[in-house]
């Protein structure tokens, strides 16, 4: 089965990438999950609209990453969340949580899929975020929880 890509799938390509799979595994996993499309001569036009995103959205550099590192890590971040009266949250700060709160707070966009924690966020207070901005550049991005 021939797709184009439309989001970056591990061990298989980026977004934008014309790449043959098996039928079931294009069929059961990367056509219902929104991570690829049909190859057909039509949808290979929009291959530039997917690349023309990409690029935008793509660190273009080990120098360009670094100065991304410098402007997250002098960023005050909060995030407000429900929590029960001992400080506990109900739930745990998300990856998304962290990239819409980077935007909000004045940084520039983040994939949410480059962000980890070391463990569960789960109680109000200051903690920590890395973020992986290029393949030798982690920033790691202060962040604090607090009541709603």
């Known amino acids: 089965m021939k797709l184009i890509l439309t989001s970056t799938v591990d061990k298989l390509g980026i977004a934008g990438d014309i790449v043959e799979v098996k039928d079931g595994y294009g069929r059961n996993y990367l056509l219902p ?11 290979e036009k929009q291959i530039d609209g997917i690349k023309r995103a990409r ?25 407000p969340a429900r929590v029960s009266e001992q400080g506990h949250l109900f739930g745990a700060v998300t ?4 990239a819409v709160a980077v935007k909000r707070a004045g940084g520039p ?22 973020v992986k901005l290029h393949g030798a550049v982690t920033a790691h991005v202060p962040f604090e929880v607090v009541a709603q």
Do not use: C, M, Y
């Not at 793509?58 to 995030?79: D, F, M, S, Y």
């Not at 990856?95 to 962290?98: H, K, L, R, T, W």
């Open 95 to 98: 990856a998304n949580d962290i």
């Open 55 to 79: 690029d935008a959205r793509e660190v273009r550099g080990v120098a360009h990453a670094q100065e991304l590192r410098a402007q997250l890590e002098g960023l005050t971040v909060q995030i």
């Open 33 to 43: 999950g929104g991570k690829a499309i049909r190859w057909t001569r039509g949808n």
């Open 109 to 130: 966009t983040i994939d949410k899929r480059s962000v980890s924690f070391a463990k569960p966020v789960k109680a109000v207070g200051a903690h920590v975020a890395a």
